[in-house]
């Protein structure tokens, strides 16, 4: 059965990242073998506290039961899904784990995400980007602001996309807990049309 870190795991871990559009960064860069979905596999960079987002073989011992999680969790469409999947996952299973607790976060900001047409969400050492869409109307986002509703944390980005960078010296709690704030509240600052 393969470990936690083992690269049937990792390719897994990294098709539900790529799913949920994160790009993530890690302090080293190491190529995925032997990953089940080859066209997944590829050189990738992850934050610290996600490379522990994983189904732990001590939680759900069974291989095929394990990867029939990711793929709910990869296919979920909204947050009532996800929700019933960790309801599941409590009855059948017990205490969800820390590490798997991670990826419903990851699952939530995706949902999120996509509602809000952000396609992408990545991090550097000093900086959150959220990327959007290309279909996105800015004409609906009242952008001065939100700008203006988070002085010295956020800044709109255009060029050939559009994006908001936030500062993450500005930010005084994990990336994972401050995006899923600041995504809820995002909707806000879309106009709404009357």
Do not use: W
């Not at 302090?27 to 073998?33: D, Q, R, V, W, Y």
């Amino acid at each position: 059965l393969p470990t936690p870190g083992s690269p049937i795991m990792t390719g897994l871990f990294f098709v539900l990242l790529d799913k949920t559009c994160m790009h993530l960064r890690i302090s080293s860069s190491l190529p995925i073998t032997g990953s089940s979905f080859p066209r997944f596999a590829k050189s990738v960079k992850s934050l610290p506290y996600f490379s522990n987002a994983l189904i732990p073989s001590t939680y759900i011992e069974n291989e095929d039961i394990r990867i029939l999680f990711y793929r709910k969790l990869v296919n979920t469409k909204d947050l009532k899904e996800a929700e019933g999947i960790r309801s599941e996952l409590l009855d059948r299973f017990g205490k969800i784990p820390q590490e798997t607790q991670m990826l419903f976060k990851i699952t939530d900001l995706r949902l999120t995400a996509e509602k809000l047409n952000i396609e992408r969400i990545s991090e550097d050492g000093d900086h959150i980007f959220l990327y959007f869409s290309q279909r996105t109307d800015f004409s609906k986002f009242d952008i001065t602001r939100l700008v203006n509703g988070y002085p010295k944390i956020i800044e709109f980005v255009s060029g050939k996309c559009y994006a908001f960078k936030l500062k993450k010296a500005e930010i005084n709690e994990n990336s994972v807990e401050y995006l899923k704030k600041f995504l809820s509240r995002l909707d806000f600052y879309v106009l709404k049309q009357t």
